[in-house]
Nanobody, 125 residues
Framework: QVQLVESGGGLVQAGGSLRLSCAAS????????MGWFRQAPGKEREFVAA????????RYLDSVKGRFTISRDDAKNTVYLQMNTLKPEDTAVYYC??????????????????WGQGTQVTVSS
């Protein structure tokens, strides 16, 4: 059973930065597309960013383009989400997701089979 463990969330002022990390327990991590989703109180979970198996392709939610960057380090079985110029509307629980066996970008939650427990990101104004 693959486990994904997120870290790096916290409280930050608007305009600040955070880097989320997601470590996979399985060494087959390098063969899979990965993504980040978020869910704010009272809202549905939404796609934030995704990266292909190779790492060469990425995709972002329009509202985070130019501010967030997804990356992966296969040697460490870890995917990252660098979040800059954070805004109060970025406040949410952020979830890491893995699409085992998938090479290409995945943007729908039903394309992912493995999920982390979530990490809270709170941006104060």
């Amino acid at each position: 059973q693959v486990q994904l463990v997120e870290s790096g969330g916290g409280l930050v002022q608007a305009g600040g930065s955070l880097r989320l990390s997601c470590a996979a327990s399985d060494r087959t991590f390098s063969g899979n597309a990965m993504g980040w989703f978020r869910q704010a109180p009272g809202k549905e979970r939404e796609f934030v960013a995704a990266i292909s198996r190779s790492g060469y392709s990425t995709r972002y939610l329009d509202s985070v383009k130019g501010r967030f960057t997804i990356s992966r380090d296969d040697a460490k079985n870890t995917v990252y989400l660098q979040m800059n110029t954070l805004k109060p509307e970025d406040t949410a629980v952020y979830y890491c997701a893995g699409a085992w066996g998938r090479f290409t970008i995945a943007t729908r939650s039903d394309e992912y089979g493995y999920w982390g427990q979530g990490t809270q990101v709170t941006v104060s104004s």
